[in-house]
């Protein structure tokens, strides 16, 4: 499966100028993808107010993802702020190349900023099927609870992360990642944004790729970038076969 990671710096909180830079940079890949992975509300940064630029499920940026994904015959994923009965989520989409979708409604809520005053928590995890692939994507503040993204009853092959993440704890950012790709003996991809925001946060991005041993596929990107990699499942199947450290893992259960 061929995948891109698209790392690049939003406009604040404006939607049609970040749908034509991404409809660009999808345009100007140079090889056909399966998969194309956006950080995380990669249409407007990551807001606060989300009361001036929140829509449906039929708002724009949706539509836009659903008309890329049909256009390009492209699986297409990243994160966005919806109103949903009066409620906002930072909700995941993940759109098939037919148009269709699955959404994940980010779990964690970043309670040092106070998203946890302004969104509502997602109770369920996502485990999408592609390919032949089952794919656990994950926003952002979730790396940071590992019990959240264990590989217990539901199995995965690839976990993703989009993100909002801030230099100053990017040195979490790496390390939590190859934690989560050691001990879940899987594929990690993560695609945060570059840039600065409106609160003077800076973004080198950190996009990367890990493999199911915690080998760097694709080391840490430094701001706009976007990558292409082909992804393979028999290592991972040989070597959870293998070593089996997934059959000594803890059972439990999320309440």
């Known amino acids: 499966m061929k995948i891109a990671l698209i790392q690049y710096s939003p406009v604040w909180e404006n939607i049609d100028a970040n749908l034509q830079t991404l409809t660009y940079k999808i345009n100007q890949l140079e090889s056909d993808v399966d998969l194309v992975v956006l950080p995380e509300m990669f249409s407007t940064g990551f807001s606060m107010k989300p009361e001036p630029i ?3 499920e039929n708002g724009k940026a949706v539509q836009w993802m659903i008309e890329i994904a049909k256009s390009k015959q492209v699986a297409i994923t990243g994160s966005l ?4 009965n009066k409620s906002y989520y930072n909700r995941l989409f993940f759109v098939f190349p037919d148009g269709s979708y699955k959404t994940y409604n980010k779990k ?11 969104y509502e928590p997602g109770s369920e995890k996502l485990i999408v099927s592609y390919k032949d ?3 656990c994507p994950l926003i952002c503040y979730d790396l940071r609870f590992p019990v959240y993204s264990r590989i217990v009853d539901e199995a995965y092959d690839l976990l993703i992360y989009v993100a909002s ?6 040195y979490a950012w790496d390390s939590l990642l190859k934690a989560r790709a050691i001990e879940n003996m899987s594929f ?7 840039g600065e925001d ?3 946060n800076n973004y080198s991005g950190h996009s990367q790729v890990i493999d199911y041993m915690g080998q760097y596929l694709q080391e840490p990107m430094i701001d706009e970038q976007s990558v292409i990699l082909t992804f393979e499942k028999e290592g991972l199947v040989k070597a959870r076969n293998r070593f089996a450290f997934l059959n ?3 059972k439990f259960k999320l309440l």
């Not at 993440?165 to 990017?170: A, T």
């Open 81 to 84: 702020i919806i109103e949903e």
């Open 133 to 135: 692939w089952n794919i």
């Open 198 to 200: 409106a609160f003077n």
């Open 54 to 56: 929140a829509e449906t």
């Open 108 to 118: 964690h809520l970043f309670s040092l900023a106070g998203e946890e005053k302004i």
């Open 188 to 194: 990690v991809i993560a695609v945060n944004r570059s």
């Open 165 to 170: 993440w801030p230099d100053q704890r990017i």
């Open 248 to 250: 000594d893992a803890d």
